[in-house]
């Protein structure tokens, strides 16, 4: 008889899911499944619920949390957990350099400084006891942290035992924090269920690590990133780049974006790279961190009181800052919609001055309860325009004032309308209105549209407000003259302007379409409408139910596109531009299924149910050639009554 050795198995487990935990959260490279997994880890619950006995601390089951604590105990650093010294540009950077050569008794040797990101989330240190997770600590004040083993063990990037070989004692320092993908759809969640969202993915993971229920911390998104050890009872590396791959092979995720500079000048060239690509990362990075990659020479380097001497942090400028809200604006749209934007007392932020930041809606403005005169945090991620993150309410001292909707349009005063169920407060003027107009011709010379060269949105405005421009169609009115005055542009540049409206009558029907500015008609709308309607009468003069046939067109955007065809405004406009000579190509129905596509009609005698003309319209609606001589390549011959010499011709031809 077999007798089946639990304990074995268990170990078995243990060694299993924790090479796959490796795999999928360290190597990003899982072997197996992730329904093969659950059932490894089921049939270690299994066993463990019927023998708690084999239930060890670390065991790949014990991550799910546990009872709430009353309050974190406290742990004394046997390593003080340090903080990093400043540098904020280039000059900062070399005086640290120098700072170090000048301890160094062979200051002419050149020294290798390893670069990492500087990682925004909580510094965690994690002892390790015979390779088992024993206790994760917060930095507290550097000398003592909070005990936050439970919450810590929830993380799955955390190995609860050591791979490989180790010395009996280890401490691994690193930072736990919120992937940013993580962080979006942990907001998305709570704002789903009424609670308070997280102001950036630093809060969310200092508040999701500090929870004293850790069953709130396991169904948090942290992620952990191993930097450096505490107290080790053996050395493990000789440099920090060996040090990173030796915590690698232990089972913790590193930052992969790190770089070895051989001078100072690569820590910068590296530093700006960063810069550049930190939006890339899905992690947030407030600087890079530069260390004498050399350990020997850290430990001649040794520390000031908080901070070592052989490490700094070259921080980025910050994208997120403080200002106060001046006033609000609200600014009108193409389609009439009316924006809030913020006007912000001018300040630095990522190194670009920014003195407005976008409100989106009124709902928003509500929802964060932003006020005129509010102190505000405001953040620029990327090229994107700032957003306001949150109010700092402390700072609120009575005189604020609540935002109101307008009443009317701020261009044109017509009175505004706020459609039930929409969030968009709109003047309905339409191109009366002259904000609205100004957005129309904006869009109508643009490049997936008219695809007007050289004819931008300053010019545009300039064009309305003294009045020469009042529709596109006097866009086409516009002299070489008149536009090298207003725009104090020479006239050759003015004639380049020109030429290229001239040239801008020439286009697509699906172009011209997505140029009229249609609520909700994008170019792929515009393309469909083109290719099922063939003629813009057709299109005009579409009912609602022929347009609802149109690929990707529901009722609301058939809703749009008949106002907008009946509005006498618009019917005037569209006549007056094809008067002053907007042409396209006739479209051909490419409808491969239909079984007359591509083939060469001829057309002779007197039909009986249309013209000659009409039949050769709808053929090449279908997708047909029509051709006026009959050769050796025509498919049909359409023949009416008194068909003539043709009928002959293909006689002789067969
Ligand atoms: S090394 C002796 N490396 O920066 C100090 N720190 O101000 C050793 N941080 O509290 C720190 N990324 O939370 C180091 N790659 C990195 C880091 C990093 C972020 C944080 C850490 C620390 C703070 C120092």
């Known amino acids: 008889m077999m007798v089946i050795n639990l304990s074995q198995r268990v170990e078995y487990l243990h060694k299993q899911l924790n090479a796959h935990n490796y795999r999928y959260y360290v190597l990003n490279d899982p072997i197996i499944s992730d329904a093969e997994y659950d059932e490894l ?57 120098k700072r170090v050569r000048d301890r160094l008794p062979f200051s002419r040797d050149k020294v290798a400084y390893f670069c990492e990101p500087k990682l925004d989330g909580l510094a965690i240190s994690l002892r390790y006891e015979k390779g088992v997770f024993v206790c994760a600590a917060t930095r507290g004040d550097g000398q003592i942290g909070e005990n936050v083993t439970d919450n810590c063990r929830t993380i799955r990037h955390i190995p609860l035992k050591l791979l490989g070989t180790y010395p009996d004692i280890v401490e691994v320092r690193g930072e736990v924090y919120m992937p940013i993908s993580g962080f979006k759809q942990l907001n998305m969640r709570l704002e789903e269920k009424q609670e308070k969202a997280f102001a950036n993915p630093r809060n969310a993971a200092a508040g999701s690590l500090r929870q004293l229920d850790s069953r709130i911390t396991a169904r948090r998104p942290l992620a952990f990133f191993a930097y450096g050890f505490g107290e080790v009872s053996a050395p493990c590396a000789l440099t920090q780049q ?53 350990f020997a020479l850290q430990e001649s380097l040794g520390f000031l009181s908080r901070s070592p001497r052989w490490a700094t942090a070259y ?88 935002i109101s909707p307008p009443s009317c349009c701020p261009a044109c005063q ?90 801008s009558r020439s286009t697509t029907l699906n172009r011209f379409v997505y140029a009229l500015g249609i609520r909700d008609v994008g170019e792929a709308t515009a393309l469909n409408l083109a290719h099922y309607f063939l003629t813009l009468d057709n299109l005009m003069s579409a009912s609602m139910e022929d347009l609802l046939k149109v690929n990707d067109v529901g009722p609301i955007v058939a809703h749009h596109i008949r106002t907008f065809f009946d509005d006498a405004r618009h019917q005037v406009l569209v006549h007056a531009l094809i008067q002053v000579g907007i042409h396209w190509p006739e479209i051909f129905k490419h409808d491969s299924d239909s079984h007359i596509a591509h083939k060469i009609f001829v057309l002779t005698g007197t039909l009986v149910s249309m013209t000659r003309e009409e039949a050769k319209e709808k053929l090449q609606s279908l997708g047909a050639v029509v051709s006026n001589s009959i050769s050796k390549k025509t498919h049909y011959l359409v023949a009416g009554e008194n068909p003539g010499s043709k009928i002959q011709k293909r006689n002789s031809l067969v």
């Open 41 to 97: 880890f089921h049939e270690l619950w299994r066993i463990e619920e019927k023998n708690p006995e084999l239930r060890t601390h670390d065991s790949p089951t014990q991550r799910v949390g546990s009872a709430p604590l009353a309050l974190f105990a406290s742990v004394q650093h046997t390593v003080p957990m340090l903080s990093l010294s400043n540098v904020f540009n280039l000059s900062e950077l070399e005086a640290f350099e």
């Open 242 to 294: 060996e040090g990173l791959d030796v915590l690698n092979s232990w089972g913790f995720p590193v930052a992969k974006d790190v770089f070895l500079a051989t001078s100072i000048h690569a820590c910068q060239q590296y530093y700006d790279f960063l810069q550049k690509h930190r939006h890339a990362l899905d992690y947030e990075i407030d600087g890079m961190v530069i260390k004498v990659n050399d």
């Open 315 to 402: 921080k980025f400028p910050a994208i997120e800052v403080s200002t106060v809200i001046e006033g609000v604006d609200f600014q009108v749209g193409r389609t009439g919609a009316l924006t809030p934007v913020a006007r912000l007392q001018p300040v630095s932020v990522g190194g670009v001055v920014v003195s407005n930041a976008t409100l989106h809606n009124m709902d928003e403005i509500e929802r964060k309860d932003i006020r005129i005169g509010d102190t505000v945090i405001i953040r620029r991620a990327g090229d994107v325009i700032p957003e306001i993150v949150h109010v700092v309410v402390e700072k609120r001292v009575g005189h604020e004032e609540k």
């Open 414 to 503: 017509h009175s505004v309308e706020r459609v039930v169920g929409e969030t968009v407060i709109r003047c309905s003027r339409g191109l009366d209105c002259i904000a609205q107009r100004k957005e129309m011709l904006v869009h109508f010379s643009s490049r997936r549209a008219m695809n007007i060269e050289g004819l931008g949105e300053k010019l545009i405005y300039q064009l309305v407000d003294t009045g020469l421009v009042h529709t596109p169609v006097d866009l086409y009115r516009v002299s070489v003259h008149q536009l090298s005055v207003l725009a104090r542009m020479g006239e050759k540049s003015a004639t380049n302007i020109i030429d290229a409206i001239a040239g």
